[in-house]
């Protein structure tokens, strides 16, 4: 019975942080100086006055990559570690506050059409990243925290956690999603962004 609940108890706690991240972007982008504000406006303008959206770039192309794969990567390699059970909650809790914190920015600046604005950035990206990163971090929290119950557990022999086929048939399916929705916001974010853009600056 103890079994079957931790996987929904390491969800609930890595959502949590998720959540505390949330909040606390809210609140320190209420900080956000009108010079950010209208520096996010003049780029949107000059991004707007391009006749067509840009092509993709090896330069966009690595920074899709970056944006797509870094918190879930990071959740994975921190599942070989015992501070990952420190760190995992502190990463989450980061995810969240950036996320919030920069559609927040969005709307700061555009207001309304900021919601818009941010769901045509940050709708897909999401879509994609957040179930793949939890899909990965919850297990990963499980292998960690049995890494430190090695190294705290002064008696007994504690059971080091194993990588079975499953923890890596699940990290590859997951890449998988992350390269599908790469490619996906290559080809039809910019198309969207420009869109959007045009009912926010008609």
């Known amino acids: 019975m103890r079994s079957g609940r931790g996987p929904w108890l390491r969800l609930l706690l890595l959502a949590a942080c998720f959540l505390l991240g949330l909040v606390l972007g809210q609140v320190l982008s209420a900080r956000v100086s009108a010079d950010t504000a209208r520096e996010l406006t003049e780029y949107l303008n000059g991004y707007f006055s391009l006749q067509s959206p840009p092509e993709p770039s090896a330069k966009t192309v690595a920074s899709a990559l970056v944006v797509y794969f ?48 941010a769901l045509a950035v940050f709708g897909l990206r999401c879509l994609v990243t957040l179930p793949c990163y939890f899909a990965v971090a919850v297990p990963a929290l499980e292998k960690s925290v049995g890494l430190a119950s090695l190294s705290l557990e002064k008696s007994g022999r504690p059971v080091p956690p194993t990588y079975g086929r499953t923890w890596w048939l699940r990290f590859g399916a997951v890449c998988g999603v992350l390269i599908a929705g790469v490619l996906t916001e290559l080809l039809v974010s910019p198309g969207l962004l420009n869109w959007v853009l045009r009912l926010i600056f008609k």
């Open 70 to 117: 870094r918190y879930p990567v990071l959740a994975f390699l921190l599942g070989f570690a015992s501070v990952g059970a420190a760190l995992l909650p502190v990463v989450t809790v980061a995810y969240g506050f950036f996320l919030s914190f920069s559609v927040c920015c969005f709307t700061a600046a555009f207001g309304h059409d900021g919601v818009l604005l």
